[in-house]
DNA sequence: AATCAATTTGCGATTAATTCGCAAATTACC
DNA sequence: GGTAATTTGCGAATTAATCGCAAATTGATT
């Protein structure tokens, strides 16, 4: 089973309100100190989030921490999502976009793409200049 | 400058050879121990490697090890590959459809999509079945 | 609102993946 | 073949992440 405690609740609201940038667990514990919020209990926290399919983990070239970014707002469901290999961030292409790609995937590979699962790499705006 | 050494060729071959798994840098070691390569060359060389382009790292959930794959080898340029989560099996999709959804992708998003390291999961025609 | 079992927390200690320091070996170049 | 630059292997050090456990919190029950 599994109780409502604080620091859930504050780990989800923080993920809530940053829903387009990927933290790294100390990262996440400094933002929310004054909340009273162990890193144990950040990571504990966080892979369970994680099973949960809430958020998703990644990591940033050159650097050996693993990133979490919140996946599973409803905005999330249904497309593709791009994930900029140089910042970690993760963005989201637009469903009808999406579907285009799942659409003509099918038709020209007959191979059917589960969007939810896919993730697009390569560099996003901010990072290429 | 760049010397060419013996432990760094064993690896590239070992990339090239094994372009469409991810390997942890422990599994490398291991797999190339009758090789005479230290672990920390291993290490030293995927982290050029990575800054150079040529392979890419990533993570599975619920394991802290990172994981790296070729990204650069010669047939696996310039399109998107297709892996079914049933099968396991990965098909490329061709280089005139891979180049429109990188056209698209810029051009909606902004976003330089990397066809070389992007993975497209879903599920093939005869698991479909 | 007191009791109680289940769950979660925080702390400190521990583990394990990765990095570092340095002497010895290898490489490229003359 | 000599020499400087680079890379290697080893073991030690670092550091992100996990674990163990006693204390605190939660949610259900009365």
Redesign the interface.
Same mark, same amino acid.
């Given at each position: 089973m599994q109780y409502n405690t604080k620091q859930r609740e504050v780990l989800m609201s923080f993920f809530e309100s940053h829903h387009d940038q990927a933290f790294s667990a100390e990262e996440i514990a400094e933002q929310l100190k004054s909340e009273k919020i162990s890193i144990s209990a950040v990571y504990r926290n966080l892979?369970e989030l @994680?099973?949960d399919g809430k958020i998703r983990?990644?990591?940033k !070239?050159?650097n050996?921490k693993?990133f979490y970014q919140f996946v599973d707002c409803d905005e999330c469901k249904g497309h593709l999502h791009?994930t900029?290999?140089k910042c970690g961030k993760t963005?989201h292409?637009?469903d009808a976009?999406s579907n285009?790609?799942v659409k !003509?995937?099918l038709q020209? !590979?007959?191979?059917?793409?589960?969007s939810d !699962?896919?993730?697009?790499?390569?560099?996003? @705006?901010k990072c290429?200049k």
């Open positions: 892979a @994680e099973k983990k990644n990591i !070239s050159g050996r693993i791009l900029c290999t963005e292409l637009p976009d285009k790609i !003509s995937v020209n !590979s007959n191979f059917n793409l589960d !699962s896919t993730i697009l790499y390569g560099v996003c @705006e290429r």
